[in-house]
């Protein structure tokens, strides 16, 4: 559901696909900001990290730069997963089909700034004592949520693609629902790792619920207009399938 790239290409006779349209120029343009936007953050703290290196200014990233690093890769990838869920609900909202354009784009980005954030705890927090891996993980439950969500979201970034969407099928909706409870686990590592100051994390908790409501009440509203004579039923039941390989996962 979370990394889909939209609807597969038309194919023609002899189910061979037909050559690719190229994308109009307001739809590039418009992900080109995206990518600016996504990457905006990682550069901002790249550059503080260089200033922090360099000692021209050791007070860029604050009192304890590797929790800064940390906390902002992590805060951006759950924003990222947060706002690649929220794209399903916009476009049934709104009535706009581009916006799932942009739904594998957030989703891959959301996985990058994970991967980043755990490669810095890796690499800056543990300093290279691998052997301390998977003794935080089993004894620190914020640690362990948080690792379950980076490794969820693994498979997801890596069936994102359309060749693994027609080799799975509808199987391939039915993983990437695991978007859902990615969400959840790095909500709760978030709001394990914050001390005090709780308004962010239920910031976020709250996003998540709503999502997560939106979803159900489309799911409870669905048999009710559902009776149709049985005919009907069978060819929606063909075009849905059809547009279920086209689109797995959405709700």
Do not use: C, N
């Not at 604050?62 to 706002?83: N, S, T």
């Not at 993980?137 to 027609?166: D, K």
């Not at 978007?179 to 005090?196: E, M, R, T």
């Not at 489309?218 to 929606?236: D, H, K, V």
């Amino acid at each position: 559901m979370v990394l889909s790239r939209g609807p597969a290409a038309p194919t023609g006779r002899g189910g061979r696909r037909s050559p690719a349209q190229p994308a109009p120029a307001p739809l590039v343009a418009a992900k080109a900001i995206v990518h600016l936007l996504a990457l905006a953050p990682l550069s901002l703290l790249a550059w503080r990290a260089w200033l922090v290196a360099r000692g021209i200014d050791i007070d860029a990233l604050g009192p304890d730069p590797v929790a800064a690093i940390e906390h902002e890769l992590g805060q951006w990838a759950l924003r990222l997963l947060l706002l690649t869920l929220a794209v399903t609900p916009l476009r049934q909202l709104t009535g706009q089909p581009v916006l799932l354009r942009f739904r594998r784009m957030l989703g891959l980005y959301a996985f990058a700034y994970a991967s980043l954030h755990f490669a810095a705890w890796l690499g800056l927090d543990l300093g290279g004592y691998w052997r301390q891996v998977f003794e935080e993980i089993a004894r620190r439950p914020y640690v362990t949520a948080g690792f379950a969500a980076w490794l969820l979201l693994l498979p997801l970034a890596l069936t994102s693609t359309r060749g693994w969407m027609r080799r799975l099928g509808r199987h391939w909706g039915r993983l990437h629902r695991l978007a859902y409870a990615i969400a959840v686990l790095a909500v709760l590592h978030f709001w394990w790792i914050v001390k005090s100051d709780y308004r962010e994390p239920l910031l976020y908790a709250a996003i998540l619920a709503l999502l997560l409501g939106w979803r159900m009440a489309r799911r409870l509203a669905r048999p009710r207009t559902s009776a149709r004579p049985e005919q009907q039923q069978r060819g929606q039941g063909r075009g849905d399938a059809e547009r279920g390989q086209q689109q797995p996962g959405e709700p």
